[in-house]
């Protein structure tokens, strides 16, 4: 069955064989892994991902897809479908009630909400192994941007202090049905060790990094006012006159920190 795509899903269905071998190559399940894919559609991604890992769990808002998945899949593996707004789901909570460690997400995210999804996912890292995500091509970039590129921002400092960004490879208009207007890519996340991870309170992280990136053309003496003096960001070891743009995401930390008055 060929669905509809429905603009208010943001659906563009991946249809290029190529492509989807290369993300089932990347992802490379294997039967002891406990796979989850978000926004499965019409199967593309999910059969052959199925057949790879034996069994695999789905996240599917559209309703009317679902019937169509659930028995094409029934010869593949055991597909259990979760019919849910991703952005509701728990996966903490979904993979101790499998009573697995860690899970593997793949998807080929709504580009309209992918930052959400993103961010949510981060909140649930300590029980993802590692994710692959589709998306828009703009995003991916600004994901993996270093200090100094004009793209990058707060998507690149929040992310990148919680996981390693490895983009893979770009994906054009005429693989998906129908065609995006943009450019998509493939990019793998692997969530942080705890001995990586940063000690400063998220909660002020991402207060500081808002601030600072709220408006990219002001310095932080000017951005951070309302949380932080000049003499404050001193202190973070940070230069007050600097733009937010030219901080690695270990600056923000320092400044988070000053905030919360542990520097």
């Known amino acids: 069955m060929n669905a509809h795509p429905k603009k208010s899903f943001g659906q563009h269905f991946l249809h290029d064989r190529r492509y989807i071998e290369r993300i089932v190559s990347a992802v490379a ?3 002891s892994d406990f796979v989850v894919e978000i926004g499965p559609g019409e199967g593309a991604l999910t059969l052959p991902l199925l057949k790879a890992a034996g069994k695999l ?13 659930q028995a094409r899949a029934s010869a593949a593996g055991e597909l259990h479908i ?37 961010f949510h996912c981060a909140e649930h890292f300590p029980a993802i192994q590692d994710m692959h995500f589709m998306l828009q091509k703009e995003v991916v970039e600004r994901m993996a941007a270093v200090p100094g590129s004009k793209v990058y921002g707060r998507l690149s400092v929040m992310l990148q202090l919680v996981c390693r960004v ?11 049905r129908p065609p995006p207007k943009v450019e998509s890519a493939v990019v793998r996340l692997l969530p942080l060790p705890p001995d990586e991870l940063h000690d400063a309170n998220p909660d002020d992280v991402y207060a500081v990094v808002k601030a600072a990136f709220a408006q990219r053309r002001k310095t932080l003496g000017n951005a951070l006012k309302q949380l932080l003096d000049s003499d404050a960001i001193r202190r973070a070891d940070v230069d007050p006159g600097a733009r937010a743009e030219t901080l690695a995401p270990a600056d923000f930390v320092r400044l988070a920190k000053v905030h919360a008055g542990r520097l």
């Open 29 to 31: 399940p294997k039967a």
């Open 82 to 118: 979760i019919h849910a707004d991703v952005l509701k789901v728990n996966f903490t909570a979904l993979a101790h009630s499998h009573g697995v460690e860690r899970l593997r997400i793949a998807g080929n995210l709504p580009y309209y909400i992918s930052s959400p999804i993103l």
């Open 57 to 69: 769990t789905a996240i599917e808002l559209d309703t009317d897809l679902i019937p169509d998945l």
């Open 166 to 176: 490895e983009p893979l490879f770009t994906v054009p208009p005429e693989a998906f």
